[in-house]
């Protein structure tokens, strides 16, 4: 996220990285063990924007958050939530998935060819949804759906201080379903809402889910009909792995405040490049800034890693987005790199409706991060998908950002739009205004390939 954040779904911390992973298809054991939280030793994006935006150069949009705002998990390790007498942010979040997704070669504890898991790989009933026996004629096989009433169940609450800084109070599941700030509407989709009181002091609530399923490659596919918008908003889906930046994070569907481009983002260990002919092969261009843009690595480039905004595609992000009932977006993570994918509620491919995605076909994506220089399975692994609406923050609520404009699609400055000096003031006294800050979701889809990933 956000590209950024931690994991209560498949939080495992830790204060050593991990062994590196050094091949493909490396299918990491989840045990039931506990390592003690740290936090992260470098501060992630400085939250501001050149000054001079009359330029033609594109920019990176910075977001401050990678240092604060993981928290550092063991791959190895699985844990159980935190008792209701946990207060503190400090205490560790804990996992209930005890399953492993990662790859046909792997392991045997998940038969993909029939999607059935042996007894040591079952999760619990509460964590997933069974995808059932897949009828796909693609290479790739559903392996699990959150869609329904059952949405919230494949998810975790982060109910701890936001690790972006963000005036958010982020609610557990009983509080966020007994607020209203959760539920399963009409139409059998998941709606996350911010808090519409109008004056509120400390943060204003909100919702961040950590997914139960880890997985180290593969599709993910999410229909969300819309999407948080508005100044002082920072939302996002977005993939994070272990010890980060080590395991790697995926930003697919991210921005702040009025911003109408969607940014994909990778944020790396040392080590993973892009080549100088990227752009020739995605909607979206790299936006370049202060640091080399070919390179994902956060810590050589001030948690920038490389950053592909899309200016050109219509109506994949913010307002517009929600005007034609948003669209799909999906992300392949396989042997040829990390590639994202968003189409309009009107153009959503036929063989992602009957749930047998053929990506040869989809046409040239909105960003796609090639694995010449880059191996997706060792800069990336044990990967958990998270949906969050944080507000200010280390990106929405610098001052750069918050009184700049002319970038992403943002014509007007969020202080000369609502007449506050600062995020935070807004967000606290303006409540009526978040009305629009949240997310409806109608699916997420994991499926896998026996010989893409």
């Known amino acids: 996220m956000h590209v950024s954040n931690l ?13 590196a992973v050094s091949a493909l298809h490396i299918n990491p054991h989840h045990k039931k063990a506990l390592s003690t939280l740290t936090t992260n030793q470098q501060a992630k994006r400085d939250g501001s924007v050149p000054s001079t935006h009359k330029n033609k150069v594109k920019r990176l949009v910075k977001k401050k958050k990678r240092g604060t705002c993981q928290v550092k998990f063991n791959a190895t390790s ?4 935190p008792t209701a007498s946990s207060t503190s942010a400090e205490v560790l979040p804990t996992l209930t998935n005890n399953e492993n997704w990662a790859n046909a070669t792997a392991s045997a504890t998940q038969t993909w060819g029939d999607n059935t898991a042996s007894a040591s790989a079952s999760a619990s009933a509460s964590s997933t949804s069974s995808a059932g026996n897949s009828q796909s004629t693609s290479s790739w096989s559903k392996v699990e759906e959150w869609s329904g009433d059952s949405f919230f169940d494949n998810v975790n609450f982060w109910e701890w201080n936001d690790p972006t800084h963000g005036t958010v109070d982020y609610l ?17 989709r998941a709606v996350m809402a911010v808090d519409t009181t109008q004056v509120v002091s400390g943060g204003r609530k909100s919702i961040r889910i950590h997914g139960n399923r880890i997985y180290t490659g593969g599709l993910i596919i999410m229909d969300a009909y819309h999407m948080p918008t508005g100044c002082g ?16 994070e995926i930003d697919i569907f991210e921005g702040v405040n009025d911003f109408g481009q969607n940014q994909v983002s990778l944020h790396t ?13 995605q909607v979206g261009q790299l936006t370049t800034g202060g640091y080399d843009s070919y390179n994902c690595a956060s810590y050589a480039t001030s948690n920038q890693g490389c950053g592909v905004r899309d200016e050109v595609t219509q109506n ?5 987005f929600n005007a034609i009932g948003g ?36 046409g040239k994506p909105m960003a796609h991060f090639p694995s ?51 995020c935070a003031d807004y967000v606290l006294n303006q409540g009526s205004a978040f009305a629009e800050a949240f997310w409806e979701v109608s699916y997420v889809k994991y499926f896998n390939s026996t010989t893409e990933v």
Not at 78 to 81: C, D, F, H, K, P
Not at 329 to 344: D, E, L, M, N, Q
């Open 233 to 248: 908003t920072w939302p996002a889906w977005w993939s994070n792995g272990p010890n980060w930046p080590e395991g790697g």
């Open 78 to 81: 699985v844990a159980t939530e």
């Open 372 to 422: 010449d220089n880059c191996n997706p399975y060792q800069f990336f692994y044990d990967h958990f998908n998270i949906f969050d609406t944080t507000l200010c923050g280390d990106w929405a609520g610098a001052d750069g950002v918050w009184n700049y404009a002319g970038y992403a699609g943002q014509s007007q400055s969020c202080a000369s739009k609502t007449g506050y000096a600062t």
């Open 316 to 320: 994949a992000y913010g307002e517009s």
């Open 172 to 188: 557990n599941r009983g509080d966020a379903w007994n607020s209203g700030l959760i539920s399963i509407n009409a139409n059998k």
């Open 327 to 362: 669209g799909v977006y999906a992300t392949r993570w396989s042997k040829a790199g990390i590639t994202v994918w968003f189409f309009p509620r009107t153009n959503i491919p036929s063989d992602i409706t009957n749930d047998s995605p053929e990506p040869s076909g989809w």
């Open 269 to 281: 260990g040392n080590g993973c490049t892009m080549p100088n002919n990227m752009n020739d092969n």
């Open 7 to 19: 994991l209560l779904p498949l939080l495992t911390l830790s204060v050593t990285a991990p062994a």
